[in-house]
């Protein structure tokens, strides 16, 4: 039958990218079977889709981009997910990370600022048929207060400084990945919640699109 021809290629495809990432040094094997499992090319646009399983970003409209592969694997690796949390996402953009999330994770909030990606992403998430998120359109700048605590928050868009007003919002052990940076140059940033201090290291140089919104740009 055609379409599960084609349902079995893309199979193929995904067990590709996740073998792909696993030979670029991601070794959370939960990570890695999420990729071979989530399937990418549902959240990009029909007109890239033929691109969806290459580790690249791609334009999802709006003038925003679905993450390349190997940025979502790092910020879920850096994550330390066991199933068990509670993730607060800011910039949902194609909801490919939120599946991950939702695969991943116990229970996932996610905002995104444009509120048609908000839908689509929505829409998608319905029909592959994945409960344990709760999305909202808005800026998520200043996080989701109403929902936290959360054991990790991650930020898919590059703030202008680490957001220290988010702190309050993560809990015990909590661990929060940002791109900190102006579109010239960014680092990609990990705060850990030791008992209430807070630890920030530096990971790795980023390139995101900009956080925009009251704690934004
Ligand atoms: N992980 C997503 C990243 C999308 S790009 C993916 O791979 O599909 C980052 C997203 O952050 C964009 O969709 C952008 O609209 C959104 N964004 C930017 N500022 C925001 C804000 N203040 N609140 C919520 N979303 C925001």
């Given amino acids: 039958m055609v379409v599960r021809a084609v349902t079995e290629t893309y199979v193929r495809d995904r067990q590709r990218l996740s073998e792909e990432l696993r ?3 991601i070794t959370d094997l939960a990570v890695l079977h999420a990729f071979a499992t ?3 090319h549902r959240f990009v646009p029909e007109a ?16 925003q981009t679905i993450s390349r ?20 996402e800011i910039g949902t953009g194609s909801g ?4 991950l999330l939702a695969t991943l994770a116990d229970r996932v909030f996610s905002i995104e600022r444009v509120p048609e990606l908000a839908d689509r992403a929505g829409r998608t998430l319905q029909e592959l048929e994945i409960r344990n998120v709760t999305l909202a359109a808005g800026d998520g700048s200043g996080g989701w207060p109403e929902a936290a ?40 940033v990990r705060v850990l919640n030791r008992g209430g201090s807070f630890h ?7 390139r995101f699109v900009p956080l925009v919104g009251e704690h934004g740009w």
């Fill in 23 to 25: 030979v670029l040094g």
């Fill in 38 to 40: 989530v399937p990418r």
């Fill in 48 to 63: 890239v889709r033929g691109r969806a399983y290459q580790n690249a970003a791609l334009p999802i409209g709006f003038g």
């Fill in 69 to 88: 592969p190997a940025v979502h694997a790092l910020h879920l690796s850096l994550s330390d997910l066991d199933g068990s949390e509670r993730v607060l």
């Fill in 96 to 99: 490919f990370q939120t599946a």
């Fill in 149 to 188: 605590l959360f054991d990790v928050i991650l930020i898919g868009a590059a703030a202008p400084e680490p957001p220290v007003h988010l702190y309050d919002q993560l809990a015990a052990d909590g661990r929060l990945v940002v791109p900190v940076g102006g579109a010239e140059s960014q680092e990609l």
């Fill in 200 to 206: 920030v290291e530096t990971i790795d140089r980023a």
